[in-house]
């Protein structure tokens, strides 16, 4: 997957040495064996390394290959859907996500699955 010619020398380096080209997150129940099968399989297609999590067990904490993963991905690929934001499980990947993007100047893309356009709200807060 090529950079563009505008990224910075830190972010360039840190691409450079990833080892997927894409990490996903998403709440399995809303879009594993719909979007997130048909999105795989394309990655797939196109000779697109994607972070598969088929085998890792769900718990309270993030899974240290999971962390690995997300800091070793080029871009994220953050599924927003019905059930993503109740789920500590998604909350958890998605901080360290954020961390990683600060840290590191990953690159985040959001992708909203099934949900109405009414079904959220932007909202701008003073911090």
Excluded at 122 to 127: A, I, M, P, Q, S
Aim: hydrophobic share 35%.
């Amino acid at each position: 997957m090529a950079l563009s010619s505008s990224s910075s020398s830190s972010s360039t380096s840190y691409s450079q040495n990833c080892v997927y080209d894409v990490f996903p997150t998403f709440s399995g129940e809303d879009v594993r064996v719909t979007f997130l099968s048909h999105f795989l399989k394309e990655l797939d297609r196109k000779l697109i390394t994607a972070f598969k999590d088929n085998e890792i067990k769900r718990s309270l904490s993030l899974d240290p290959e999971l962390q690995h993963a997300i800091k070793n991905s080029r871009i994220v690929v953050v599924v927003l859907s019905r059930n993503y934001a109740s789920s500590s499980w998604c909350l958890n990947e998605l901080v360290e996500i954020m961390n990683c993007k600060k840290k590191f100047g990953q690159m985040v893309i959001s992708v909203f699955y099934g949900l109405e356009f009414g079904s959220f709200s932007c909202t701008k807060t003073n911090r």
